[in-house]
């Protein structure tokens, strides 16, 4: 079975400061692997992605992530905080379980943005 | 624009009442969802649908029921049988099974038991 792990359910950071959002996974496959953003009382947008190729991949609104396979990590990172950024993150597992592709949800990480 | 259609925002219901929440979507995509947001739980899969006419459940489908008559539309309903329905609901649609695909969300409708 698949599991998704988000370290730290509420992160504060001040404004221009790194946005560092943390994720690991456990799959007995190789996973594709999503963060999404939601925003107050709205539905998730996707971020980034990572199937297969290069390992980092850079999202929308400056944020970038990084696949490391010997660590079954998948954290998000921003190089500078924005107001704009505080939302709540989730990180998403994709896997084949039976000709299915299942998705399990991480339970997410609010950001705060201190200014 | 392309998107999903989620309504109503917010939906009142009575203990014992069924209630349907509606999701549309004119992304032409096959595959659409239904998930259950609970605060610190993340989201959990109530039903889905890989093509017209069929659908699946998920890890929580007791008390709800879904139908899939046409590809824009798959709407959930909420039936007395679910004993803690309070919650938010997000539907949510792929363009096809692959994992290499991510999900387009509605705005999700917000339930309250009352």
Known sequence: ???????????????????????????S????????????N???????KYTTGATLVKGINGFEAEFKKSE????????SAHMSDAAEYFCAVTTNSGGYQKVTFGTGTKLQVIP | DGGITQSPKYL?????????????????????????????????????????NDFQK?????????????????????TSAQKNPTAFYLCASRMGQGGTY????GSGTRLTVV
Not at chain 1, 72 to 79: C, D, E, I, V
Not at chain 2, 14 to 42: F, I
Not at chain 2, 58 to 78: C, H, M, N, Q
Not at chain 2, 102 to 105: A, D
């Open chain 2, 12 to 52: 009142f219901r009575k203990e014992g009442q069924n209630v349907t929440l509606s999701c549309e979507q004119n992304l032409n995509h096959d595959a659409m969802y239904w998930y259950r947001q609970d605060p610190g739980q993340g989201l959990r899969l109530i039903y889905y649908s890989q093509i017209v």
């Open chain 1, 1 to 27: 079975a698949q599991s998704v792990t988000q370290l730290g359910s509420h992160v504060s950071v001040s404004e221009g400061a790194l946005v560092l959002l943390r994720c690991n996974y456990s799959s």
């Open chain 2, 102 to 105: 991510g999900y387009t969300f």
């Open chain 1, 42 to 48: 709205q539905g998730l947008q996707l971020l980034l």
């Open chain 1, 29 to 40: 496959v190789p996973p594709y692997l999503f963060w999404y953003v939601q925003y107050p």
């Open chain 2, 58 to 78: 998920g890890d929580i489908a007791e008390g709800y029921s879904v139908s899939r008559e046409k590809k824009e539309s798959f709407p959930l309903t909420v």
């Open chain 1, 72 to 79: 079954t990590s998948f954290h998000l990172t921003k190089p």
